[in-house]
């Protein structure tokens, strides 16, 4: 999809419709049923945060989630180390979607959570869906004026590149996200690779193209034991107009 070619010239953050994020239209076409590639990105931060915690056994007390959506993995995958996640989130639409799939998250995330279950660490977490109604409460805000230095264990997926064409916007997005951890705390960070941009239902919203090493140098001022990957492109794609997802574990430095 070329963004200028569709009249959307301009594409910094806050000149996106993200009120009217059509929430029901992207959770059905991303979320619906679990794809291979949220598949191998899962099994990835699983294993990521279960060796992060037998090497560092101090739990936090609290967790985020920035740019939530409406994608609750993110939110699965800090369910055995925290007791109380928020849900960061700036979309009107998307606020409500949260809030009513944090209350009893639907069917479909069972799936994703059997993935995590491969763990005994996430299996010791017997109702995870009464786990995710106490743990998690929605916050409404925009992440470049979240508070520094306050959350123990962090997850961002597909917002610092998918909020604004302009690369200085995806770069203070990481920044943002990574200075509202804690010294220390163990992240999670999932990228769309050289996307050019995305449609929600009948809504375009903006992108930055990015690749592995731009997400390496947008991070490494603030972490170490750095892990970058990369999950390539399927034979079904779930869209045109990008390349691949790039993963970033890590921890605070
Ligand atoms: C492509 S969606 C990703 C949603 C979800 N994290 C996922 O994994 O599918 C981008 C998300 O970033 C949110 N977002 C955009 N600008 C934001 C901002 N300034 N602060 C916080 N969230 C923002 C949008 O509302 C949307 O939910």
Not at 6 to 12: E, I, K, P
Not at 48 to 59: I, L, M, Q
Request: glycine letters at 8%; charged letters at 25%.
């Amino acid at each position: 999809m070329d963004l200028t070619s569709a009249g959307y010239t301009q594409g910094l953050n806050r000149e996106a419709p993200w009120d009217s994020f059509d929430s029901r239209a992207y959770h059905q076409h991303n979320y619906a049923f679990l794809r291979k590639e949220d598949q191998e990105i899962i099994e990835a931060v699983r294993d990521y945060f279960c060796e992060h915690f037998r090497k560092h056994p101090d739990r936090p007390d609290s967790g985020i989630d920035v740019g939530a959506g409406t994608n609750l993995y993110p939110a699965l995958s800090l369910l055995p180390w925290c007791s109380n996640i928020t849900l960061y989130e700036h979309s009107v639409e998307n606020v409500l979607w949260l809030e009513r799939e944090v209350a009893a998250f639907s069917a479909n995330w069972g799936a994703f959570w059997d993935v995590f279950t491969e763990r005994p660490e996430y299996r010791a977490v017997s109702d995870p869906r009464g786990a995710v109604a106490s743990a998690a409460a929605v916050g409404k805000g925009d992440l470049f004026d979240l508070p520094r230095a306050r959350w123990g264990i962090g997850t961002m997926f597909f917002v610092a590149e998918s909020m604004s064409t302009a690369y200085r916007e995806f770069e203070g997005a990481v920044a943002a996200f990574a200075r509202a951890l804690t010294p220390r705390a163990p992240f999670a960070a999932a990228f769309m690779e050289n996307s050019q941009g995305y449609q929600v239902g009948d809504l375009l919203f903006p992108a930055c193209g990015v690749d592995a090493e731009d997400v390496r140098g947008a991070l490494a001022p603030f972490a170490e034991d750095l892990r970058i990957s990369r999950v390539r492109l399927p034979e079904d794609p779930i869209r045109s107009g990008y390349t691949g997802m790039i993963l970033a574990c890590g921890r605070r430095v």
